[in-house]
Structures are given as structure tokens and as C-alpha cells.
């Protein structure tokens, strides 16, 4: 019989029962923070919470313990909804939370509250009563199980202990000395090296100063110590009173009290605690490198940055292999036409897919007296290897350059990028595991001036004649005819050479010199290796500046006053999510919105809601030419989108750019107007433009490889067992007709890979074609299984309101359909949908079937 062995992926501890396990986590909390890793041989999943690890062993390696506990719920109506208990009260909420929150208002108001939960007859007039009667009537109860086994691979068993739910996962406060400790590593060096843990998250992630944490190693050192002290003194005062040896007491001193005196000697300093972590996780050490004239700058090797991804501790979820989409459905750069007619790539589908970023940025106040004296460039490198919702994170984009903007040495700086993607390409990078792994570069993201530096073109945008890095369209015929791309041939990298040979500005036709990255066999920055970011293009340029045009002509036109929208903005009910980057008012001296580019795109988006009520002309050319630039961000910023809406996109883009010049003469366009006319076409060469932008963004990787990078894709936050007979017939019947696992949990809201879902949020299920049969459903519960969600969702009567570019609730009916998740994912991509004003929803980054 083969004994079960969990492993802890932090460190070398094995455990042969789920309890030592359990308790072993406490270790790595400063790196795993609430998650719970699988343990179980190979397996790579990450769980939310200890329930859902139990229910994960369960379903996918047969490990059956007791089930976890769930609570009672109060009774619920036939679409979900809790209804309030007071006679005469017909209020209905989507969460227990509102519901406690609204009983406690009746309470507060002396009004008799009856019990809420179904069978259960008890009334109180008192708050405090009747919380403590929900606390003692309506606790979790516990679910016996028998079965307690664990399937090995070669269907041998092995016992494992019944776990009772005192022996849940233990708080942090919990004496653990008497829990026996099977880990190869010493306790003590675990413990040291938790403390080097709680240390390097402190200094590298929160940010802490470095003397405030040496202060505080200081002090832990001495608490420590002072500890120690007292209690060794007691114990030996209490040997002596047994009549123990003095010579005894002296060993025992020595044995056991030492060791401890000295156990954090090696955390003591700065120097010591440094040394520390390069010896705990793989360190890649910054390089000095020469730049301009005497000047000097940081550089991290592309090797070591790739060695590190592969030793971290966390799981990137790293795929060499390249997808295959066979659908007509862009999602990512390798659906793209340019990734998948790359040669490399062809020829070593095995590969590295690497992402060159670049962005300056200042390190003092932007409007003090040194504003312009301290900028600095980084370079970012990060892998197209991981999914999209690891790739885009922060954490996982990887500094590989550091200097002052004046010290720049293109040919120092960026030659020695280049030569090490050329090794790479040619002989790759061995990798204990993989074996010898080849690498190339995919494309470069940055913002224009980033991108035009890198790629050798000028960057004065507002007097230089040729702007544009993809066409070769001139300043002159920008201002007469408009943004359109139509007529400019696109640039090559044969006509990019002659253009270098060129002695005039307008034979060079706005390249300034000859990029290192052009020496790469498989890039070309003039064969659109540079692409563009949305958040600078569309929110922070073209967006912002025409914005303010809308606003300011339909305060001139009389719709509204700048006051009331500062007030529609108060008063608007904006979701969670939505009010962390709510609008800003806008006053009468504004000539662009202020705000950063998410508050500019929930502006945009959510502005026909804002002021639905004050529109007075829904025919007026100049609102629909609003209406028109909100589908062609709706559209672009879309998460999947089907190619065959290429064409449409490019109509409605040259369209605005038709409008903009007409309704606004007196404006000029910017080249961002310009650049957006090559959307459509970039999008058909990398996919979705969001994947690709550049809005999110080496002792802190030190620190992240350790294991402090995990995420779970699937987070569940208070969960319960679901107990289907606590709801309505029609409930039960769409769970019996969805086929769903035996071991369900009902969660209050569940995370799916960065988007968060709660009841009352409308989900996509279908859509046949765009703008039209759409099917958009209220979430009347969330259930789990493992890592698998299902959605039971009622099914939602919708009309499309053409004037807001939303649509408006006509009810629902009493159908209720179980959804997998999972399968909702991969064909609606996953975005919340949120109710508006009650009757309202708005499209959220766009809606593309």
C-alpha cells in the first residue's frame, strides 16, 4: 500500500496527512497569502480556501474527507432573490449581506423582524438579539463522512485520517510546538527563512524603507533574544526544584536554548539579509553596462530573466507550444496574421515568444523645480508564453534595462538587447527540464514616443512632415484630407532601407536612423513590429481632446449646464467596480478630460446613462457622432473579436474621422486620429490591441519567484455547501438539468481570472449576430466545484436602445438555465455586465460574438 504524500511546492517538507499539511502552510505565508496549493504529486492547482482544497482532493484525486460545513441560508424566492420577512415589505436583494443590512433597519426602527430562514419561527424586536439568535440558531453544521481513501496512480489506497473541523486550517496565533514536524528541513531554517519572507515583502513589494526594516529586524532580534532569556532561566529554576543535575540543567541549556539565541543571526543587517536571499530563491544580479559618454546603466540578461521563469516557485502556467485556433475568433497576438506567419515560429513552434516594452517615466514631483532633470527609461521584457490575465500582470513583467533618458545610447543600449535575441534565436538558452529552448522577438509595445525612439523614427509629432510608423502619409495631406490610411502605401522594410539612404527629410520620409532591431531576422519595425497602445491613442489622446468637444457643444446647446453634469456624475449609481475610476467633473476651461485612461473610458462609456435624461435631440449629428466613437472603442477594446468585423470596424472609423473634421473644422485632428485608422488592420495582425497594450505594468523578483506570484485563476469567497432544497422548484429543475457534480459549494462571488462576479450580475449567453438576438442573463446563483463554476442564471428580456447604445430591462422569464463557466468563458470572454439606474445596462468593453 502506497502511504499519501503531499508536497509543499515552497520548500522540501512532505506530509503524509492532510492535517501536518495544513499546519505546515503557516510557513509561507508571507508568500502564498490565503491560497491553498494542491500538494498532491504533480498537480499544479491553486485553491482559494481550505474548502475548496477538500473539494478539489475529492473530485480529482480520491482523497474523501469530511465534506466541509455549510450555514443555512434564508428562503429565497423563485428567481434567486431574498425577500424581505416583514409583512407588508416586499423588498427583494440579491445578497444575505443586503438582506441583514435591510432587517437591521427595520430593527433600528422598532419594527418586529421575523427570521428569515425558512422553518423558522422565531420574531425579534432588538438587534443584538436577533443577530445572536442568527448566530446560534443558524451556524454551520457539520456533514459526516465515512469514506475517507486516498487512489493512488496504481489504485493501491491509502488511509488518511477523518478531519473534523476543529482541526481546520489553525490561526496564525495557534501554539504549534506540539505538532510532530516530518520535513526534511529543520523547523528552525523554515522559521528563518519566513522571517527573510516577511522581510523582503516589506522592503521589495510594500515598499518599506530599508532602515525601517532594519529597525525592525533589530528589534525582533532582541525581543527574541530577551525571550529566550526569561524562558531558559525559568526552566532552569524549575529543574533545579525537581532535583535535576545541575550538570544536566547545563546540557539541556546548551541543546535546546542556544541554538535559538542565534537562530535570526543571519537576518541582522542589510548586507547579511541581502546575501540571505540570493542564497534562498535564484537571483539574476543587474549588470553595470557603458552608455553615453562616461555615463553607466543597468542591465539584466535575457538568459538569466528566462532561467529565473522557469526555477520560480509559482506556476506561470508556461506554454511552449503554440496554440491552435482554427476559429475565425482573434483572442490573442497568436491568432494574429503576423505571429503566425512568422518563420521562426513556424519552424521552432517550441519557443520563447518574447515582448520588448519600453515607457520613461519620473521619479520627482511632475510640477517641481526638477521635473525635467530626473526622467528615466525602463525596459520591460515579458513572455508571450504565459495567458493573457498572467502576461498583463506587473509582477510578471520584467525589467531588463534601467537609465536616465539623457544617458540613451541607442546603439549601446538597445545593440546589446539585440545580440542577446540574435543567441537566442540561434542557439536558445538550455534549461534544466526542457532541454535547449529557442526564443524570439514577437513585437515591441510602447506609447508613440517610446515606440518611434526605439524604431528610429522622429519624434517631434507636431512639426515633423511624415508621423505615422505604418504608412507614409505627409503632414500637408493629414490637414486636407483628414486621418484616412487609404491612400498611403504602408511602409516595408525594402522601402524603409532606401528611405535611410536618403539626404533630404523628405527622402528620409520621417526615419531618422536605422534601428539595432532591424538586424533581427524575424523583425522589422518598419513591417508593423511596433504596435500601438490603446491607452495612450484612444483614452488619453483622441478621446480625452473630443470628448471635450461633445461636452462643451451640448452645454452650448443648452442639454445641460457644466454644474448639473458635476451633479449627474454625483448622483450616478456606479457599480464597485466602476467607482474606483469614476468620471471626473469637467469645468468650462477644459480642452480634454482630466483623469487617467480607465476614468476616460468609463467616461465615455457610461455617458449616455449619465445623462439620458437631459438629451434632447437623440437625432442630433453631433450625438451620434458621439454614439459612433463609443462602438468603435466598445469594439476595439473587446476581449475576442471575430475577423469577419474587420471591415466593419475600418467603415466606422473612417466614418468619425469624416465627422470629426465636418462638425469640428476649427480643430485640428491629431496624428492619433490618424493612427486610429490602422486599428482594423493591427487588429487583424495581432488580435485583440488590449492584449497588447501597455497600461499595465531585482530583489523584488527574487522575492516573487519564491512562490508569491501564484494567483488562482478561480477564487470563491464565502462558500457553503449548497443545499439545493432550501430554493424554489424552478432552481432545482435547471440544476437537475445541468448535470452538475454531487460536491457543490454556493459562493457569494466568485473571481475568474481578474473579473469578479456576484448575484445580480447579467452575464452573455448567446448572441447571433451583432448588436441583435443577444441573450443576456441575471446570475441567480454562483455554485463551485473544485476550479469548475456554473452559473444558474433567469433568463432576461432585453431591447436595444439605440440612442444610448444600451439596453433597457423589460423584465425576465421564469426560466432558469445552469451554465458551466467554463464554457461561457470560451466563447463571451469574461466581463461583468452591470444593472443601470434599474433599467439600463451598458456594454462593457465592447460585445463581440
Known sequence: MESLQLKCRYCTASFSTLLLYLNHLPQHRHIISSSYPCGIQACKSILSNESCLRLHLIRQHGIFVKKSSFKSTPSSNSSGKYVCSVPHCSREMDTQKQLNSHLSDHLNHGIQVPCPHRGCGASYKKLNTFLNHLHKSHKPLLVEEDSVTYTCENNSSASLPSIEDHEFYPSLENDMHDIPDPIETSKRNLQVECLAQLFMKLEFQLLVPESTVNYIAKEIMVITQENYVTVEEDVRRHLQQQGVDLSAIDSVSKSVFRPFKTQFQSLRSSYLRKKFYKEMNFYAPPKLARAKGNSFYYYLSINDI???????????????????????????????????????????????????????FQVVCPIGPAKKLHKFIGIYISFGNMPDFLRTHPDNIFLLALLKQDDMDHKKVYGRIVEELKDLETNGIFVPGYGQIKGSLVFVAGDNLGSHSLGGFYESFGRTIYFCRYCYVDRPSFKREGGHNIDYPKRTPEEHHQCLQGRTLHEKKGVKFDSA????????????????????????????????????????????????????????????????????????????????????????????????????????????????????????????????????????????????????????????????????????????????????????????????????????FSCSEFNPSMYSYEIQLALSEGGLPSQMEECASIKVKGTHYQKGNIVILSQAAYQSDIQMDRIVLLLFSGETVFFVVEVQKLQFIAHLRAYKLLGSHQKFICVNQESLLSYYAHHEYKLRDGNYIKLHHGLVA
Open 306 to 360: 528566462t532561467l529565473g521563469l522557469f526555477k520560480d516557485k509559482s506556476d506561470l502556467h508556461i506554454q511552449l507550444d503554440c496554440p491552435v485556433n482554427e476559429s475565425e475568433i482573434l483572442r490573442d497576438f497568436t491568432d494574429g496574421f503576423q505571429f503566425k506567419n512568422n518563420i521562426f515560429f513556424q519552424q521552432n513552434p517550441r519557443s520563447l515568444k518574447i515582448i520588448i516594452y519600453q515607457d520613461g
Open 517 to 716: 532591431f532591424n538586424e533581427l531576422d524575424n523583425f522589422h519595425v518598419a513591417n508593423f513590429g511596433l504596435v500601438p497602445c490603446g491607452a495612450h491613442d484612444l483614452a488619453e489622446g483622441l478621446c480625452a481632446a473630443d470628448m471635450a468637444l461633445f461636452i462643451h457643444y451640448f452645454v452650448s446647446k443648452e442639454w445641460f449646464t457644466y454644474e448639473e453634469y458635476g451633479t449627474m456624475i454625483k448622483s450616478f449609481p456606479f457599480s464597485v467596480k466602476d467607482n474606483r475610476d469614476r468620471p471626473i467633473e469637467f469645468l468650462e476651461s477644459y480642452d480634454g478630460l482630466k483623469g487617467g485612461a480607465m476614468q476616460i473610458f468609463n467616461t465615455i462609456r457610461l455617458f449616455p446613462l449619465i445623462i439620458k435624461d437631459y438629451i434632447k435631440d437623440k437625432d442630433e449629428k453631433v450625438w451620434k457622432g458621439f454614439l459612433l466613437l463609443t462602438e468603435i472603442i466598445e469594439i476595439i477594446m473587446a476581449p475576442a473579436i471575430r475577423k469577419s468585423f474587420l471591415g466593419y470596424l475600418d467603415d466606422i472609423i473612417m466614418e468619425y474621422l469624416d465627422f470629426r473634421r465636418e462638425c469640428f473644422p476649427d480643430v485640428d485632428l491629431l496624428p492619433k486620429h490618424h493612427y486610429l485608422s490602422h486599428y482594423a488592420y493591427l487588429i487583424y495582425l495581432y488580435g485583440p490591441l488590449k492584449k497588447v497594450w501597455t497600461l499595465r505594468h531585482e530583489m523584488y523578483q527574487c522575492y516573487l519567484r519564491s512562490g508569491a506570484r501564484d494567483r488562482c485563476s478561480v477564487s470563491a
